[in-house]
T-cell receptor, first 114, second 110 residues
Framework: AQTVTQSQPEMSVQEAETVTLSCTYD???????LFWYKQPPSRQMILVIR??????QNATENRFSVNFQKAAKSFSLKISDSQLGDAAMYFC???????????FGKGITLSVRP | NAGVTQTPKFRVLKTGQSMTLLCAQD?????MYWYRQDPGMGLRLIHY???????AKGEVPDGYNVSRLKKQNFLLGLESAAPSQTSVYFC?????????FGPGTRLTVT
């Protein structure tokens, strides 16, 4: 069974600084997708970024980028120039290529200090 | 285009009562899902559906039933609510691997 591990329950970052959120996963599949979701206090789940396992290039979306290490099964999210609106819970998620189901990590609460 | 909507947004039940949560999507998606979110646990899949008339069990299906009589609707039922089912419930639909989430339903069972 696939597992997704987010070992840090909480992190804090100063506004305008950079923070990295860690995620590791376990799978025997070769084709899969990885995601980071943001959940602000409104509870709405928002897709931040996604990475296809077959792509070597790390995905980037504006201030958000990932460090995908396939051999190490590591998928970290880097947030640059942190803003107050980035404060939220962040979930790492995994989806096998041939399956639509998502497996989520337990999440990390990110706070941003003004 | 409303996306994914959930009814109700909040509900308080007594132990043993039953209720149905409604999820509706107007994007013509085939795949739909029900998750529950508990503190420190992330989101866990309860049941899912890959098309009208089909349903399948997820990671934590016990105590829940689902139906997908119409493509746009996915219903989650609790026949006899228990305090352990106190949670926030999310519905989602997906297309080409991207999941679209509803706003969630906060359910409290006393």
């Amino acid at each position: 069974a696939q597992t997704v591990t987010q070992s840090q329950p909480e992190m804090s970052v100063q506004e305008a600084e950079t923070v990295t959120l860690s995620c590791t996963y376990d799978t025997s599949e070769s084709d899969y997708y990885l995601f980071w979701y943001k959940q602000p206090p409104s509870r709405q789940m928002i897709l931040v970024i996604r990475q296809e396992a077959y792509k070597q290039q790390n995905a980037t979306e504006n201030r958000f980028s990932v460090n995908f290490q396939k051999a190490a099964k590591s998928f970290s999210l880097k947030i640059s120039d942190s803003q107050l609106g980035d404060a939220a819970m962040y979930f790492c998620a995994y989806r096998p290529g041939a399956n639509s189901k998502l497996t989520f990590g337990k999440g990390i609460t990110l706070s941003v200090r003004p | 285009n409303a996306g994914v909507t959930q009814t109700p947004k909040f509900r308080v039940l007594k132990t043993g009562q039953s209720m149905t949560l409604l999820c509706a999507q107007d994007m013509n998606h085939e795949y739909m899902y029900w998750y529950r979110q508990d503190p420190g646990m992330g989101l866990r899949l309860i049941h899912y559906s890959v098309g009208e008339g089909t349903t399948a069990k997820g990671e934590v299906p016990d105590g829940y039933n689902v139906s997908r009589l119409k493509k746009q609707n996915f219903l989650l039922g609790l026949e006899s609510a228990a305090p352990s089912q106190t949670s926030v419930y999310f519905c989602a639909s997906s297309f080409r691997g991207k999941q679209y989430f509803g706003p969630g339903t906060r359910l409290t069972v006393t």
